[in-house]
């Protein structure tokens, strides 16, 4: 794909940011480096350094660094200026070291309703003979978190040190669990801040969020899902095509190769939305039962993530494996080895939503969804808040299937679903004519030498 200058750059381009400053020290006041920002001028390495460093070691006040979000919300960033607040972050914690061996790899997605792929890919990738220490997050708002969905397993822990980590990974090929406090602890600081003070929304700092902890790993490849439409936090394509390419040229800079798919996230991701109920739709999909979009998804990542580490093999061999034991095995031992029961995993009590009417089902107001199980119980609004992670939805159609009267269209479970359902038909759209379904994929962003 030609690269298409982002829209922050291209403010740049038209002189918002019209002067990089050089005449200032690594000691300039940080107030002085607010005001630089604020006014749309370029920062050096030396002064993004330089606050992150003042700000971890608790030398720059809250209140300083939101405002210095604040205008790089306004401003934006340089694609230089995002490498150095990336290499700042990641700099200020540890990196993960890896004796000489298989190809460490890696995949992020940028969240978004009933996405449960992670839960295939980390262990269908393991099955292929390469490591993957997936270090994942929780989710906040509409968007859901892997771990959310790994600790609906009875006992199992996400909280793992470095040490522990890279054993689970030598042993398993695989694991998923959060940020130890080695890692980008800067990055942990500052989202704290940004999700508090609006400006959680920056393209430059969600970049340097994500890549600050995927390049912690130390991985050859990553390959990046950023997710696009009303169930994830990146609304239209220009803004999911912007985040993926900057993704993309950080990661150059960081001599790591690196992919970036985007895809549609205007309705579910399979059928199940809530934690517990998505794990129940992984292990289905490992026994070649999993909603057609979800394994296409996790299919596809994998083998184009294989192949930018210099794999060779094809689209059949990645399919073959999803269902034949091999990832199943990868998935039930690093469960184990990270104290999970399958064993008592629970499953949903379905209340179904019956169609009233035939026609097509025309759209679905994914963020509706979303918010709607947050108000079941089963996401947070705030980041302490505590989840029930029994409560799901389900949604089995897709965007342009049909529907007849009296059929299952949707379901709750929940200790009291009545209201809720009510609240699930009015996220459904149906429509009388025939509806074209929505494509799953719908961009890719590639380094400029593949």
Known sequence: MAQVPPRQLQRAERGKVTRLVTNASYTTPPVELIRLKRDGHALTESQISQLITQYQEHRLLDSQMAAFAMATCVQGMT?????????????????LAWP?????VDKHSTGGVGDKASLLIAPLLASFGVRVPMI?????????GTLDKLESIPQFNTSLSLNELQEIVNSTGC????ATEQIAPADRKLYGLRDVTGTVASIPLITSSILSK?????????????????????????EAQELAEMLVQTCVRFNVKAKAIITDMNQPLGTAIGNAAEVREALLSFAGSGPADLVHLATTFVFELLTLAGKTLTYQDVADNLTNGHAQNHFEDMVAKQGGNLCQLTSPNWTPLIAAEDGYLARVNTGALGALLVRMGGGRQLPEDTLNTQ??????????D????GEVIGAVSHPAPEAYLEQLREALQIS???VDPRPLIIGTVIQNDQ
């Open 432 to 434: 009388a004519a025939p």
């Open 402 to 405: 049909s529907i007849t009267r």
């Open 136 to 144: 994942s997050g929780r989710g906040l708002g509409i968007t859901g």
């Open 79 to 95: 694609s230089d200026e995002t490498y150095y607040l990336t290499k700042a972050m990641l700099n200020s914690g540890t990196r």
């Open 100 to 104: 000489p061996g298989p190809a460490v």
């Open 391 to 400: 409560v799901s939805l389900a949604v089995p159609k897709k965007v342009g």
């Open 175 to 178: 694991v998923i669990a959060g």
């Open 214 to 238: 995927k390049l912690a790993e130390s991985p050859d490849a990553l390959i990046f899902d950023v997710k696009c439409g009303t169930g994830t936090s990146m609304q239209t394509f220009e």
